[in-house]
């Protein structure tokens, strides 16, 4: 594909004149003058995008409030009728017992993946910090987890979780532990497992955009603080970390929006199961409209779902802003 | 650092990777094992056997292909709505510029089961249910965004003297893209590319959401109704997980350079 877009036309092509040279034109404005053209022509490249964003995404948000507000059910999709509720759908998600499962779910999910996936990437990353042989390739071979579909990644976990025949009991087994413990299939144990496995999804990109992040503070200040005496976890507590900051910033808040909406991962493993201990907002959201065909309440539940994430929109553009200003990448 | 350290660091090293990529080694070794009954299974394939492999691509092909497919068209339609854009947003002083781009930070944000859920009806009415292209254009939603993103900081990086040399010469707008622009970009292109592909293969959400018959159905879903029954033949399974993650190995070998420079721009630009 690139190569027939690069190929499309040889640099050292002679450029014939296609376009008469401007003439001196009137005053600016209407689209006949060829200023006018020309600005109509810089639009037409904007206009496939925005108008794809407008469909793609913005319709979807718009459609998705007016639907929290109506009965749309499979019915709808025969009859093309879809009553207004007011905030019957509202009413019905949050008083469900689900609900509070869900949000708890949520926040446990996202604040024990984000916080593993950092504390570990970062660990890793500044492992690899320190050159040795081979460090280069064993870093790139490390992305590879995060680069497969991550229904392939909850297929093998389910398999490797499962408790009759997985490889973790069978290694537990092994090391002399008497216990089967059903990583999947336990209330008690379900929701660790799958933030245990998204921990591991997480690691190769915190890792590589944290090493991006050191690889940019100066050599020359951890020369400057082993002179005074620091080096080590007070040169890491004191140079990198503050250098570190905006870097820090973009990867957590860019984590917990990925993360809050993570909806495969958790679908492969358990599909929200046993009995709702890993049913998240997004995955409810999911079983409202496509499973029991709700899509009012599926709507309602999405809606709850954009809140949460507009949130950490906010917070997320004033760190990017920062790390832009601040880091300077 | 110049700090350097000896091969024993390259031994933790090894470690640490044979500790997060085992589970990889695990799909390979169980793909390999020779199916029948769920027993514990060896450690090492030494009953080295591809009948998961031969059922893998007997149940699976089609749907293997129908990622291809759809995989390919996303990112046929994601630069060609993408690069323009990109360049655009990086060159032209357009009114209403800044106002996009934070329109497709903003878009980062939004769950894709709220897109699913709203195009559902859509799609229904306009007939775009069980079809690739309904497919394609859904995915092109993960790679739009991040193609503009990426393809834009790149962009920036041309010197201006180069595009205004060749409107100097007289090439109008089109043809000082088509001619100067887009040759330049080619890196900028492959890793768009790459990934927008990545993403539309590895997509599961649409393919579950949009997708209501056996017709058209991309090979993550195919795995997902794969697991959802009960399953006696894990080789199968994991033989269609490693065919699954085909790709991804394949660009990670071919491309590394593109790949950790996308996953470093995607997230800081």
Same mark, same amino acid.
């Given at each position: 594909?690139?190569?027939?877009?690069?190929?499309?036309?040889?640099?050292?092509?002679?450029?014939?004149? +296609?376009?008469?040279?401007?003439?001196?034109?009137?005053?600016?404005?209407?689209?006949?003058?060829?200023?006018?053209?020309?600005?109509?022509?810089?639009?037409?490249?904007?206009?496939?995008?925005?108008?794809?964003?407008?469909?793609?995404?913005?319709?979807?948000?718009?459609?998705?409030?007016?639907?929290?507000?109506?009965?749309?059910?499979?019915?709808?999709?025969?009859?093309?009728?879809?009553?207004?509720?007011?905030?019957?759908?509202?009413?019905?998600?949050?008083?469900?017992?689900?609900?509070?499962?869900?949000?708890?779910?949520?926040?446990?999910?996202?604040?024990?993946?984000?916080?593993?996936?950092?504390?570990?990437?970062?660990?890793?990353?500044?492992?690899?910090?320190?050159?040795?042989?081979?460090?280069?390739?064993?870093?790139?071979?490390?992305?590879?987890?995060?680069?497969?579909?991550?229904?392939?990644?909850?297929?093998?976990w389910r398999w490797i979780l499962d408790q009759?025949?997985g490889a973790l009991n069978?290694?537990?087994?092994?090391?002399?532990?008497?216990?089967?413990?059903?990583w999947l299939?336990?209330?008690?144990?379900?929701?660790?497992a799958?933030?245990?496995v998204?921990?591991?999804?997480?690691?190769?990109?915190? +890792?590589?955009?944290?090493?991006?992040?050191?690889?940019?503070?100066?050599?020359?200040?951890?020369?400057?603080?082993?002179?005074?005496?620091?080096?080590?976890?007070?040169?890491?507590?004191?140079?990198?970390?503050?250098?570190?900051?905006?870097?820090?910033?973009?990867?957590?808040?860019?984590?917990?929006?990925?993360?809050?909406?993570?909806?495969?991962?958790?679908?492969?493993l358990?599909?929200?199961?046993?009995?709702?201990? +890993?049913?998240?907002?997004? +995955?409810?959201?999911?079983?409202?409209?496509?499973?029991?065909?709700?899509?009012?309440?599926?709507?309602?539940?999405?809606?709850?779902?954009?809140?949460?994430?507009?949130?950490?929109?906010?917070?997320?553009?004033?760190?990017?802003?920062?790390?832009?200003?601040?880091?300077?990448? | 650092?110049?700090?350097?350290?000896?091969?024993?660091?390259?031994?933790?090293?090894?470690?640490?990777?044979?500790?997060?990529?085992?589970?990889?080694?695990?799909?390979?070794?169980?793909?390999?094992?020779?199916?029948?009954?769920?027993?514990?299974?060896?450690?090492?394939?030494?009953?080295?056997?591809?009948?998961?492999?031969?059922?893998?691509?007997?149940?699976?092909?089609?749907?293997?292909?129908?990622?291809?497919?759809?995989?390919?068209?996303?990112?046929?339609?994601?630069?060609?709505?993408?690069?323009?854009?990109?360049?655009?947003?990086?060159?032209?002083?357009?009114?209403?510029?800044?106002?996009?781009?934070?329109?497709?930070?903003?878009?980062?944000?939004?769950?894709?089961?709220?897109?699913?859920?709203?195009?559902?009806?859509?799609?229904?009415?306009?007939?775009?249910?069980?079809?690739?292209?309904?497919?394609?254009?859904?995915?092109?939603?993960?790679?739009?965004?991040?193609?503009?993103?990426?393809?834009?900081?790149?962009?920036?990086?041309?010197?201006?003297?180069?595009?205004?040399?060749?409107?100097?010469?007289?090439?109008?707008?089109?043809?000082?893209?088509?001619?100067?622009?887009?040759?330049?970009?080619?890196?900028?292109?492959?890793?768009?590319?790459?990934?927008?592909?990545?993403?539309?293969?590895?997509?599961?959400?649409?393919?579950?959401?949009?997708?209501?018959?056996?017709?058209?159905?991309?090979?993550?879903?195919?795995?997902?109704?794969?697991?959802?029954?009960?399953?006696?033949?894990?080789?199968?399974?994991?033989?269609?997980?490693?065919?699954?993650?085909?790709?991804?190995?394949?660009?990670?070998?071919?491309?590394?350079?593109?790949?950790?420079?996308?996953?470093?721009?995607?997230?800081?630009?």
């Amino acid at each position: 594909m690139a190569e027939r877009a690069g190929g499309v036309a040889a640099p050292e092509r002679p450029l014939v004149s +296609t376009a008469a040279p401007e003439p001196v034109s009137g005053p600016a404005g209407g689209w006949r003058s060829p200023r006018g053209r020309e600005r109509l022509l810089q639009l037409g490249f904007l206009v496939p995008a925005v108008l794809y964003l407008v469909v793609f995404f913005g319709y979807p948000v718009v459609q998705n409030l007016l639907m929290g507000f109506q009965e749309y059910t499979t019915r709808t999709f025969y009859t093309g009728e879809a009553p207004w509720v007011g905030l019957d759908n509202y009413a019905a998600v949050i008083s469900s017992n689900v609900f509070g499962t869900a949000l708890l779910n949520t926040a446990l999910f996202t604040a024990g993946s984000i916080a593993g996936q950092f504390v570990l990437g970062l660990a890793i990353a500044v492992f690899f910090h320190r050159r040795f042989p081979l460090g280069g390739l064993l870093r790139s071979l490390l992305l590879l987890p995060w680069l497969i579909p991550l229904i392939v990644s909850g297929a093998v976990w389910r398999w490797i979780l499962d408790q009759d025949n997985g490889a973790l009991n069978q290694f537990l087994g092994a090391l002399g532990v008497a216990d089967r413990p059903g990583w999947l299939t336990s209330t008690s144990l379900a929701l660790i497992a799958v933030i245990a496995v998204n921990i591991w999804i997480g690691i190769p990109f915190n +890792t590589t955009i944290l090493y991006g992040g050191l690889q940019d503070v100066p050599e020359e200040l951890y020369e400057a603080a082993a002179l005074d005496g620091a080096t080590g976890w007070r040169a890491f507590r004191h140079v990198t970390w503050p250098l570190l900051r905006p870097v820090v910033a973009v990867v957590l808040v860019l984590g917990v929006v990925y993360t809050i909406k993570v909806l495969d991962i958790i679908l492969g493993l358990t599909d929200g199961g046993p009995a709702n201990a +890993t049913q998240t907002v997004a +995955t409810q959201a999911y079983h409202l409209s496509f499973q029991e065909f709700r899509f009012g309440e599926g709507a309602a539940m999405g809606n709850v779902l954009i809140v949460i994430s507009l949130v950490f929109a906010l917070l997320y553009l004033r760190a990017n802003r920062r790390a832009l200003v601040g880091g300077g990448r | 650092m110049t700090r350097r350290r000896g091969w024993g660091s390259t031994l933790v090293g090894v470690l640490i990777l044979a500790v997060l990529l085992f589970p990889l080694y695990w799909m390979l070794n169980v793909s390999l094992q020779p199916s029948g009954s769920a027993v514990r299974t060896p450690w090492i394939p030494l009953d080295l056997s591809f009948d998961g492999y031969a059922t893998a691509l007997r149940e699976q092909g089609g749907n293997l292909v129908t990622s291809l497919v759809v995989s390919l068209g996303t990112v046929v339609v994601s630069l060609l709505i993408a690069t323009p854009a990109a360049y655009a947003l990086a060159r032209f002083r357009v009114r209403g510029a800044g106002v996009v781009l934070f329109a497709i930070l903003l878009s980062q944000m939004i769950p894709g089961i709220v897109v699913a859920n709203a195009l559902y009806d859509v799609y229904s009415d306009l007939g775009l249910l069980n079809s690739v292209p309904g497919l394609i254009l859904a995915d092109a939603s993960h790679g739009i965004p991040f193609a503009i993103i990426i393809m834009r900081a790149f962009l920036l990086a041309i010197p201006s003297e180069v595009i205004e040399a060749a409107r100097v010469d007289g090439a109008g707008q089109i043809r000082t893209f088509v001619a100067i622009v887009l040759p330049m970009s080619r890196n900028a292109l492959v890793t768009a590319g790459l990934f927008t592909f990545l993403f539309a293969w590895s997509d599961f959400l649409f393919a579950l959401t949009l997708t209501t018959t056996e017709q058209v159905r991309p090979v993550t879903l195919g795995i997902f109704t794969y697991i959802g029954t009960y399953i006696n033949d894990w080789s199968s399974v994991m033989a269609t997980a490693v065919l699954a993650s085909v790709p991804a190995v394949v660009l990670l070998v071919v491309a590394q350079r593109f790949v950790t420079a996308g996953v470093a721009s995607g997230a800081l630009k």
